[in-house]
């Protein structure tokens, strides 16, 4: 079952991604910047949903906290943070299908580096290989990102995802509403 799903979303990719020229969207930092981005995202989706949460606290203590809203923390309409979101759950979803998928080979491969310190052809081949189409899942979900969005409204997007010192931070719940 797990090769199907690889087996499937091999071609996609690769007629997808691999067939870009230099200036499209490939700078690997932007990529790995993105990939954390949308595991952030995706992981934080279901409380983005709520203006405020409840966290109990030491002592048992109740504390309300701010969820800020996706939209007024980037800049987006509320459909372009719709479509950030989806993008942000089919990555890591696709991600994480890869990963379970790759588990073998990278262990195995990890073992190989650890004995002879470096993994041998048919492991490292199919390293190399994951490594590539993983990125290229990112890669993908950014450019389909850019054309949902528009080239003016990607950049307020891209701006914010790749501003040096950004806080990931500014997108979980902080600061207490109310201390019950």
Sequence with gaps: MARMRLAFLLPCVVS????????????PADVVVYEVFFRQLASLSRIFKNATIEARAAGGRVITLTVPKLQSVIGLTDSEADAVF??????????????????????EARFQQMESG?????????????????????????????????????????????????NPRDLEPSQPAAIK
């Design 16 to 27: 997808c991604c691999w067939c870009q020229t230099p200036s499209d969207y490939t700078r």
């Design 118 to 166: 470096e993994a041998r052809e048919p492991a490292a081949q199919q390293l190399k290989a994951y490594e590539k189409l993983h990125t290229q899942l990112v890669i993908m979900r950014v450019q389909e990102l850019r054309k949902t969005l528009g080239d003016t409204r990607f950049a307020v997007l891209d701006q914010y995802v790749l501003r040096p010192g950004r």
């Design 86 to 107: 989806t993008a942000a759950a089919e990555c890591v979803r696709q991600m994480e299908s890869l990963d379970n998928t790759m588990r073998p080979v990278i262990l």
